[in-house]
Nanobody, 119 residues
Framework: QVQLVESGGGLVQAGGSLRLSCTAS????????MGWFRQTPGKQRDMVATITQGGNTAYADSVQGRFTLSRDNAKNTIYLQMNSLKPEDTGVYYC?????????????WGQGTQVTVSS
């Protein structure tokens, strides 16, 4: 089973930018769909963005136009570029793989990386 490690989180002021990375323990070439999720205390983990092997992306309405997801199969890594950050973007960000290509069964969760956006 692939292991995923997130990095790149931190504290940033509103309007700033961060780039999150998710690096896999093995090749992600065989993984069709990967995604980023955000969780805040007391709330469920919500999908932020997804990307297919072919590079097709989808975003939550709340981040559309501000976040960009990309993948580098040669580096076994996916990236989430976050611009124009808002305080409501605060949370722990996790990456995961879609086990059955159905956008439902996600797994191989990493430990997460904290993003805090101050107003």
């Amino acid at each position: 089973q692939v292991q995923l490690v997130e990095s790149g989180g931190g504290l940033v002021q509103a309007g700033g930018s961060l780039r999150l990375s998710c690096t896999a323990s093995r090749s992600v070439f065989s993984i069709n769909i990967m995604g980023w999720f955000r969780q805040t205390p007391g709330k469920q983990r919500d999908m932020v963005a997804t990307i297919t092997q072919g590079g097709n992306t989808a975003y939550a309405d709340s981040v559309q136009g501000r976040f960009t997801l990309s993948r580098d199969n040669a580096k076994n890594t996916i990236y989430l570029q976050m611009n124009s950050l808002k305080p409501e973007d605060t949370g722990v960000y996790y990456c995961a793989q879609d086990y059955y290509d159905d956008y439902e069964e996600w797994g191989s969760w990493g430990q997460g990386t904290q993003v805090t956006v101050s107003s």
